[in-house]
């Protein structure tokens, strides 16, 4: 947040007070939530997180942690039901908040006058809390005294605001201000943008206006300063230009003018929130509200978003790496343990042909040269012995090695059958999350992983399934879990609509796929699939009297099929299908494995461009995972 968006939260603010708190919770280590109410209940959000250290109006305020810390504790101690009279921002647009409360504290001699300081400094920012010497009683983030270069945050120690950096005057004089402009322009580093100049120049500007007073002047933001030479003149009508626009901002800001705006990109995603209207980027777009803290709320609110989003997903990547790294190596050893066990075949040679030829062997041998009746052109085979034991007992010794052997590899079979399909399901979650496209689709593989064993329970984020299906699939934060007899609803799924109108169903993970399979599915629906590919499981739907499947329905299913599976960007893509009575899960099997049969194969080219339309209000995306065949 810039001095000025600070600004005009503060006076805002200043409409509510004066404002009782009711509670005090502290949702993470850098976050305070203080619940007020003055004739209606808010809530204000305190953040000194060094990436986006914030403060304002929330209608999306964090949960409440079980565990209140104890700088949260040491706040409810002394204001809770205390009033907050008075909010004061830093002399000239400083990016700091002091508020004031009166009263309240839960025990006798914790009333009085307390003050709240929120620094808004990226990377430095804090929470410091006063009492009414003006001493620190403690803050989120302690610094203690005796530090180079640091200013000390303890308890115990005056507090002292941070240091404002060099700026013009706040002043609505455009005269004054292009000198200081002119100034600034001509001593800055010759390489160093315009738009970093004018920020550092004036107070409360921030990157958004600073770029938007720039190009309103005809200059371009990131010219350098040495190559800018119109503004280097105070005389200069550009430098004039821009220092009317800007003095303009500090003269309505100092009379509580704002102009609170929000902007977007061309996919809608917030880019900046200002003090006052800027223009959108190409093909975005901007919106204004009375309410700076509702455009703070929205824009942090989806930035913090994508963040854990991505954070979300590069740990569920890092998470399927390394189990296929170690089922990988599993699968190597066992293939090794596999062809050791099949070295063991000679041993039943050598036990039928000392038996065969037991009278050739001579007592106290240690090898013989035996006729191999196996051996085409009529070959020996020199077979070792041992020369403690007769013929027969040599035979019995290798018949018991062979026996041995053979269980060992049939074990070894076994285990090897099952480590090849845990790593073909590892891959199939490796495609899911390359097709996730936003957090509910990542937080269903990270349910499913935790389910599965490779997360632990504690790692994966909650998400309860959104609908009304009969499994436990996961889905959008804070809805129940889908358990019980009632069927899933097909909105649920991705959506495409099949020549001749009927819905194509896609599942988006493989808790999806299998309740396509077994909760949505009616017998003479059209079930598909890729074939031995990673993908979605696709439904056709169809009446039940239909009779053959119209085939040019069949055909766009299975482009959408092959479209949603690891073959997305192949041709001539093999695609199964067959009526859903054919498709069955086994009992215990992995989430989104099946065996079907009475399938047909078609052979269909995905090109996004020859795709069937979407369900009416649905966006294109999607997702899924691998089904097996018999």
């Given at each position: 947040?810039d001095?000025l968006?600070i600004?005009?939260?503060v006076?805002e603010?200043?409409?509510?007070?004066?404002a009782?708190v009711?509670?005090?919770y502290?949702?993470?280590?850098?976050?305070?939530?203080l619940h007020?109410y003055?004739?209606?209940?808010?809530v204000?959000?305190l953040?000194?997180?060094?990436?986006?250290?914030?403060?304002?109006?929330?209608?999306h305020?964090p949960?409440?942690?079980p565990?209140?810390?104890?700088f949260?504790?040491?706040?409810?101690?002394?204001?809770?039901?205390?009033?907050?009279?008075?909010?004061?921002q830093?002399?000239g647009?400083?990016?700091?908040?002091?508020?004031?409360?009166?009263?309240g504290?839960?025990q006798?001699g914790?009333?009085?006058?307390?003050?709240?300081v929120?620094e808004?400094?990226?990377?430095?920012?804090?929470?410091?809390f006063?009492?009414?010497?003006?001493?620190i009683?403690?803050?989120?983030r302690r610094?203690?005294?005796?530090?180079?270069?640091?200013r000390?945050v303890?308890?115990?120690?005056?507090?002292?605001?941070p240091?404002a950096?060099?700026?013009?005057?706040v002043?609505g004089?455009?005269?004054t201000?292009?000198?200081?402009?002119?100034r600034?322009?001509?001593?800055?580093?010759?390489?160093?943008p315009?738009?970093?100049?004018?920020?550092?120049?004036?107070?409360?500007t921030g990157?958004?206006?600073?770029?938007?007073?720039?190009q309103?002047?005809?200059v371009?933001?990131?010219?350098?300063?040495g190559?800018a030479t119109?503004?280097?003149?105070p005389?200069?009508?550009?430098?004039q230009?821009l220092?009317?626009?800007v003095?303009?901002?500090l003269?309505?800001?100092?009379?509580?003018e704002f102009e609170?705006?929000?902007a977007?990109?061309?996919?809608g995603?917030?880019?900046?929130?200002?003090?006052?209207?800027?223009?959108?980027?190409?093909?975005?777009?901007?919106?204004?509200s009375?309410?700076?803290?509702?455009?703070?709320?929205?824009?942090?609110?989806?930035?913090?978003?994508?963040e854990?989003?991505?954070q979300?997903?590069?740990?569920?990547?890092q998470?399927?790496?390394?189990a296929?790294?170690?089922?990988?190596?599993?699968?190597?050893a066992?293939?090794?343990?596999?062809?050791r066990?099949?070295?063991?075949?000679?041993?039943?040679?050598?036990?039928?042909?000392l038996?065969?030829?037991?009278?050739?062997?001579?007592?106290?041998?240690?090898?013989?040269?035996?006729?191999?009746?196996?051996?085409?052109?009529?070959?020996?085979?020199t077979?070792?012995?041992?020369?403690a034991?007769?013929?027969?007992?040599?035979?019995?010794?290798?018949?018991r090695?062979y026996q041995?052997?053979?269980r060992g590899?049939?074990?070894?079979?076994?285990r090897?059958?099952a480590?090849e399909?845990?790593?073909?399901?590892?891959?199939?979650?490796?495609?899911?999350?390359?097709?996730?496209?936003?957090?509910e689709?990542?937080?269903?593989?990270?349910?499913?992983l935790?389910?599965?064993?490779?997360l632990?329970?504690?790692?994966?984020?909650?998400?309860?399934?959104a609908?009304n299906?009969?499994?436990?699939v996961?889905?959008?934060?804070g809805?129940?879990?889908?358990?019980?007899?009632?069927?899933?609803?097909?909105?649920?799924?991705?959506?495409?609509?099949?020549p001749g109108?009927?819905p194509?169903?896609?599942g988006?993970?493989n808790?999806?796929?299998?309740?396509?399979?077994?909760?949505?599915?009616?017998?003479?629906?059209?079930?598909?699939?890729?074939?031995d590919?990673?993908g979605?499981?696709v439904?056709?739907?169809?009446d039940?009297?239909?009779?053959?499947?119209?085939?040019?329905a069949?055909?766009?299913a299975?482009?959408?099929?092959?479209?949603h599976?690891?073959?997305r960007?192949?041709?001539?893509?093999?695609?199964?299908?067959?009526?859903?009575?054919?498709?069955r899960?086994?009992?215990?099997?992995r989430?989104?494995?099946?065996?079907?049969?009475h399938?047909?194969?078609?052979?269909?080219?995905?090109d996004?461009?020859?795709?069937?339309p979407?369900?009416p209000?649905?966006?294109?995306?999607g997702?899924?995972?691998?089904a097996?065949?018999?």
């Open positions: 947040m001095g968006l600004a005009a939260v006076d603010l200043r409409r509510l007070l004066p009782r009711e509670r005090i502290q949702p993470d280590a850098h976050t305070v939530i007020l003055a004739g209606v209940a808010r204000l959000l953040s000194a997180d060094p990436r986006y250290p914030r403060l304002h109006l929330t209608q305020p949960a409440n942690p565990v209140p810390p104890a949260c504790m040491l706040l409810r101690k002394h204001l809770e039901s205390a009033r907050l009279v008075g909010v004061r830093g002399e647009f400083d990016r700091w908040v002091e508020l004031v409360f009166h009263g504290g839960r006798p914790t009333g009085g006058e307390k003050r709240l929120v808004l400094i990226d990377r430095r920012g804090n929470i410091v006063l009492d009414e010497t003006g001493h009683l403690d803050a989120l610094i203690p005294p005796g530090q180079p270069g640091t000390a303890w308890p115990g120690l005056a507090y002292e605001p240091p950096p060099r700026k013009a005057a002043t004089d455009a005269a201000l292009a000198g200081h402009l002119a600034a322009f001509r001593e800055a580093p010759a390489d160093r315009a738009w970093r100049v004018l920020r550092a120049a004036v107070p409360g990157r958004e206006l600073a770029r938007e007073a720039l309103r002047a005809g371009d933001p990131e010219a350098p300063a190559t119109a503004l280097h003149e005389a200069s009508p550009t430098l230009t220092a009317a626009r003095a303009g901002w003269a309505r800001a100092l009379r509580g609170p705006t929000l977007w990109d061309r996919e995603t917030p880019v900046s929130v200002t003090a006052f209207g800027v223009s959108p980027p190409p093909e975005g777009g901007a919106a204004g009375p309410s700076p803290s509702e455009l703070c709320d929205r824009f942090y609110r989806e930035h913090l978003q994508r854990v989003t991505a979300l997903r590069r740990r569920l990547e998470a399927v790496r390394e296929v790294a170690r089922v990988t190596r599993r699968l190597e066992q293939r090794q343990d596999l062809e066990a099949e070295r063991a075949e000679p041993y039943r040679l050598y036990g039928e042909l038996t065969a030829f037991a009278h050739q062997v001579p007592r106290g041998a240690r090898q013989v040269e035996l006729p191999n009746y196996y051996d085409p052109a009529g070959g020996t085979i077979v070792p012995l041992d020369p034991l007769g013929p027969q007992e040599n035979a019995q010794r290798y018949f090695l041995k052997a053979r590899r049939e074990q070894v079979e076994e090897l059958r480590t399909e845990e790593l073909a399901y590892l891959r199939s979650v490796e495609h899911a999350l390359a097709e996730a496209e936003d957090a689709d990542l937080e269903a593989v990270a349910a499913e935790a389910e599965q064993g490779y632990e329970r504690q790692e994966a984020p909650a998400a309860p399934p609908g299906g009969r499994g436990a996961r889905s959008r934060p809805s129940r879990t889908a358990e019980g007899g009632r069927r899933p609803r097909e909105s649920q799924f991705l959506r495409y609509v099949a109108g009927r194509i169903l896609v988006k993970n808790r999806q796929n299998d309740w396509l399979v077994t909760r949505i599915a009616n017998d003479w629906d059209i079930w598909l699939h890729v074939k590919v990673p979605s499981h439904l056709l739907r169809r039940r009297h239909e009779g053959e499947p119209d085939e040019e069949v055909l766009a299975a482009r959408v099929a092959a479209y599976s690891k073959a960007w192949s041709s001539h893509v093999p695609v199964d299908y067959t009526e859903a009575r054919y498709v899960k086994p009992r215990g099997a989430p989104g494995f099946v065996l079907y049969d399938a047909r194969t078609v052979y269909v080219n995905p996004p461009e020859d795709l069937p979407r369900w209000g649905e966006a294109a995306g997702g899924g995972q691998e097996q065949r018999t």
